[in-house]
């Protein structure tokens, strides 16, 4: 089994910024893509970045020039620095990885709990 655990959430104002982590353990054989995804209350969870295991990242348009994400690979943590924030961003951000773990044959999805950002004056 994989376990995520997202930190790095909370309130913050318009304009400032958080940097969220995921740290990924368990028996861990190998990562392929990791990301980010948000659900916003009332809202269908959506992709905010991802970054595949050559290193190539992909985000959506709204956080495009605001958002940069990164990963350590030796360490199994995958990073999401958040600038210039907007209310619109407030919502549960979710760490996913797709890893070949112990008691399974094959890469599969893997998700955190979540971590609240609030974006408010």
């Known amino acids: 089994q994989v376990q995520l655990a997202e930190s790095g959430g909370g309130l913050v104002q318009p304009g400032g910024s958080l940097r969220l982590s995921c740290v990924a353990s368990?028996?861990?054989?190998?990562?392929?893509?990791t990301g980010w995804y948000r659900q916003a209350t009332g809202k269908q969870r959506e992709l905010v970045a991802t970054i595949s295991s050559d290193g190539r990242t992909n985000y959506t348009t709204s956080v495009k020039g605001r958002f940069t994400i990164s990963r350590e690979y030796n360490k199994k943590t995958v990073y999401l620095q958040m600038n210039s924030l907007r209310p619109e961003d407030t919502a549960v951000y979710y760490c996913?990885?797709?890893?070949?773990?112990?008691?399974?044959?094959?890469?599969?999805?893997?998700w955190g709990q979540g971590t609240q950002v609030t974006v408010s004056s």
């Open positions: 996913t990885v797709d890893a070949w773990a112990r008691g399974s044959d094959r890469y599969r999805p893997y």
């Open positions: 368990g028996t861990i054989f190998d990562i392929n893509s």
